[in-house]
């Protein structure tokens, strides 16, 4: 089955600078690649999403790469703001449905 | 927007004791899931059904669950005999189709074992 190893596991930005967070992959035939944000307590909710056929994807100040080559891809947030702060989850979809990295804990630094 | 809805939010249940958590997804949805998460865990696949049949389960899906559609609109998981181990929080979700669609997610329900 498909594996996702996700980094760092948490990370600490100064308000107003960019956020980076990789995920790699395990399956070749994996070819869906969401990003879901999650707040304390509360569902995990989709921010962005890559398909295969496409190297990067940019929705206003979150974009998303993808080198399948490599099965490796990020999420970049620009400009953070307060609100950015959570865990932050990269997802691989196989045949089982998705596979989840192990989150990433964004802080932003006031 | 639609969202998928869960009840109950939280339940606390007995060691050995059934549980039930119900979920009405999203109405146009076809595919039907269920996911764990422990208390600062990842979030962990536990099966997917279509079609009124279970497509993919996982190997934390063991005897001990099983997931039901007992009408049009609501979705439910049971787990029988419940573990101190089992306490979690878990999440209902659904999509229109299965490959490189949004799987949208319900608020789940939080399950204490005691």
């Known amino acids: 089955g498909e594996n996702v190893e996700q980094h760092p596991s948490t990370l600490s930005v100064q308000e107003g600078d960019s956020a980076v967070i990789k995920c790699t992959y395990s399956?070749?035939?994996?070819?869906?690649f969401p990003w879901y944000k999650q707040e304390l307590g509360k569902r995990p909710q989709l921010i962005i999403d890559?398909?295969?056929?496409?190297g990067e994807k940019k929705d206003q100040r979150i974009a998303v790469t993808l080198n399948k080559t490599a099965k490796h891809f990020s999420l970049h947030i620009t400009e953070t703001q307060p609100e950015d702060s959570a865990v932050y989850f990269c997802?691989?979809?196989?045949?089982?449905?998705?596979?989840f990295g192990k989150g990433t804990h964004l802080i932003i630094q006031p | 927007e639609p969202e998928v809805t869960q009840t109950p939010s939280h339940q606390v249940t007995q060691m050995g004791q059934e549980v039930i958590l119900r979920c009405v997804p999203i109405s146009n949805h076809l595919y039907f899931y269920w996911y764990r998460q422990i208390l600062g865990q990842k979030v962990e696949f536990l099966v997917s059904f279509y079609n009124n049949e279970i497509s993919e389960k996982s190997e934390i899906f063991d005897d001990q669950f099983s997931v039901e559609r007992p009408d049009g609109s609501n979705f439910t998981l049971k787990i029988r005999s419940t573990k101190l181990e089992d306490s979690a929080m878990y999440f209902c979700?659904?999509?229109?189709?299965?490959?490189?669609?949004?799987?949208?997610f319900g608020e789940g329900s939080w399950l204490t074992v005691v």
């Open positions: 979700a659904s999509s229109e189709a299965l490959s490189g669609n949004t799987i949208y």
């Open positions: 997802a691989a979809e196989d045949y089982d449905g998705l596979t």
């Open positions: 890559i398909r295969s056929n496409v």
């Open positions: 399956d070749s035939a994996s070819n869906y």
